[in-house]
């Protein structure tokens, strides 16, 4: 996730910029970078690193001017470097573009503008924008009308910022789903990615809607709609403190990050999705390749490693091909057999995990091709893998993991469907039905994350609790791993995942009167197996709480405690059941007093064996 800043009035720019930048540090960022009018020229400054350096150069770069925008980058196209750091120039250095939010289509956009003679100087999405800009200028003389023309032709997420030297007395501002502010001063207006980084100068705010347009001069704001209609926009006046802003009015950002599930899967879906078919030919996997896929392996820790059990129950049942599963602590130092033809899958929000990357180096010099599905672009995993599969879940900022889970757990589903197609173990509706739901699924997060309210009455009435249980079967089981992991990190409670038929081999010797057993009930095939499971734990006192379909009637006559979730194919329930099980971890940590943000004795990356 990407920041942006603008200002246009009476004072020096960069200062303004530099502190707007600042107070958008929470998003996380790689790079960032200034552009600014001076004397009727665009003068850029960037640097790859921390905010501090692009001070320093700065401050060996005096840039003088009162109008100009300003970027904090979270890579996605291109790894982090000072040529792919925004703002990025058009070629005839009269358009500079901060952006925020991925353009789908680049690719195509590139190669046309290549083909009129454009040189691109980075490997970003954003360039073919300045580009395209440019282009449309030659025959449009208006810049709104123009930026208007040029948006047209994205597909895809933007925030965009742009200056223009033929017009030198406005910053324009577009917005389509990526968030987009504009801040109102006296004799000096602003644009920015969220509201923290305007709030030490103005509280008085336009909030962008998708589709909307500024030209934002110093002295007024005019907003216009996707059609060139001008739109009447209410002033907003922020009533909230700094600290609440950078969590977008949520408590804390794991809450935020919960609730950003729907866009993030969204995200991750839609580019590997086209007409009807899924492409995964960014990591290389060509239909050839996964037909000749023997076997699968996949490494991982903690979160990671259990959106790769759902992985593999996937991959086995939809491909009929044998999966390995271990965590990367436990695989790097027990001499794992294996096999070139095997695809070597390790899974690591950060990319950066020291055992995950010892087992990727352990699996390459073995002459394994090794695939990462990392969130972090130009991450040393994803520097190291063969071929890289990104997560597009944006800057996980909370130490529990939660929307890099979902994604994961949706870009192994779509490794899973689209070996079966190629291996032809999957018939050809039942592909497309898959493919159907799977991408009805951010729609479905977005239901479940509408109504918290039952989620935290469970977590009120059970929060005193000091173990739990979380049971299931199949992919219940592999959600299950998850479900308690959550709550252990954050909650402190003690909690174990349990194979549901399992506990009566020993397990069940701690279920006394009044313990809470939470079972995921998603899996149709062994629901019935899994309530006679439910019924045992009921007649030794436990008391239970299910996650399952809304619709399920199975449950009801069991237990009045249920979490429900908007029905979908079992296969693909993981990723939404995760959602309550991820919402009760955070109300039973509020309730017992910790901050779900910065739990006791974790770090976010380990980087250390
Ligand atoms: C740490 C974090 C976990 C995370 C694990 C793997 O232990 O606290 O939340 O799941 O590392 O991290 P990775 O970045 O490789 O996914």
């Known amino acids: 996730m990407c920041g942006i800043v603008g200002y246009i009035g009476r004072e020096e720019a960069v200062g303004l910029l530099l502190e707007g930048l600042k107070r958008l540090e929470y ?68 358009i500079a573009v901060v952006h925020n939010g991925i353009i789908e289509n680049y690719a195509a956009l590139r190669d046309k503008l290549i083909a009129r003679g454009y040189r691109f100087q980075s490997e970003t999405d954003t360039e073919v924008f300045a580009h395209l800009l440019e ?107 700094v ?62 490693c259990y959106a790769g059990q759902v992985g593999r129950a996937l991959i086995e049942r939809l491909c009929r091909v044998p999966v390995e599963i271990d965590v990367a602590s436990e695989f790097r130092y027990r001499d794992p057999i294996l096999q070139p033809t095997d695809l070597f899958l390790v899974v690591s929000q950060s990319g950066e995990t020291a055992d995950t990357l010892a087992a990727l180096r352990l699996a390459k010099a073995r002459g394994c091709k090794v695939v990462a599905i990392t969130n972090v672009v130009g991450s040393t995993i994803a520097r190291e893998a063969d071929s890289v599969l990104y997560t597009w879940a944006g800057p996980e900022i909370a ?27 999957i018939a050809r509706e039942r592909y497309e039905a898959l493919l159907a739901e799977l991408q009805r699924l951010p729609e479905k ?55 549901a038929g399992e506990l009566k081999h020993g397990t069940i010797a701690l279920i006394e009167p009044g313990r809470l057993v939470v079972a995921l009930c998603t899996q149709g095939a062994t629901l019935e197996k899994l309530r006679s499971n439910i019924r045992e734990v009921l007649t030794r006192g436990a008391v239970v709480l299910t996650i399952g379909y809304a619709d399920s009637e199975a449950e009801k006559e069991l237990t009045p405690y249920r979490l429900a979730i908007p029905r979908t194919d079992d296969l693909l329930a993981p990723a939404l059941a995760v959602i309550p099980a991820q919402l009760f971890a955070y109300y039973c940590a509020i309730q017992r007093g910790y901050d779900p943000d910065k739990p006791r004795n974790l770090a976010k990356s380990v980087t250390v064996e």
């Open 27 to 94: 998003r996380g960022y790689d790079s960032s970078g200034v552009a600014v009018l001076e004397e009727g020229k665009l003068r850029v400054v960037k640097a790859r690193g921390k905010l501090e350096r692009l001070r320093e150069k700065l401050a060996q770069t005096k840039l003088t001017g009162t109008t100009g925008i300003g970027h904090t980058r979270w890579a996605t196209h291109g790894e982090p470097s000072d040529e792919n750091s925004h703002p990025h120039l058009s070629q005839s250095g009269e």
């Open 135 to 241: 282009e449309t200028l030659k025959t449009e003389h208006d810049l709104l009308g123009a930026v208007r023309a040029t948006v047209r032709q994205l597909e895809g997420a933007y925030a965009l910022g742009v200056l223009c030297t033929r017009f030198p007395d406005r910053i324009l501002a577009a917005r389509k789903d990526s968030p987009l502010i504009i801040g109102l001063g006296e004799g000096c207006n602003y644009i920015a990615s969220d509201i923290p980084a305007v709030l030490p100068y103005t509280r008085r705010v336009y909030l962008l809607k998708e589709g909307e347009m500024a030209q934002v001069f110093a002295d007024r704001v005019e907003i216009y709609d996707m059609e060139g209609e001008k739109v009447d926009k209410e002033v907003f006046t922020v009533n909230w403190s």
């Open 243 to 304: 600290d609440a802003a950078e969590k977008g009015g949520y408590a804390h950002f794991m809450l935020k990050e919960i609730h950003e599930q729907g866009r993030a899967m969204r995200d991750t879906l839609r580019p590997r999705i086209r007409e009807g078919e899924i492409d995964l030919s960014e990591a290389k996997l060509t239909d050839e390749l996964l037909r000749g896929v023997a076997r699968v392996v996949i490494t991982a820790c903690g979160t990671a």
């Open 399 to 425: 130490v529990a993991s939660t929307k890099a889970y979902t994604t994961q757990v949706l870009m192994l589903t779509l490794i899973a469907l689209k070996m079966a197609k190629c291996k032809g173990t």
């Open 445 to 499: 997060a977005e239901e479940i994350l509408s109504d918290v309210e039952n989620v935290q009455r469970c977590a009120a009435r059970f929060f005193s609790q000091e173990d739990m249980f979380f049971i299931g079967r199949g992919l219940d089981y592999a959600l299950s791993l998850e479900a308690s992991l959550k709550l252990k990190e954050i909650s402190y409670i003690h909690s174990e995942a349990m194979a």
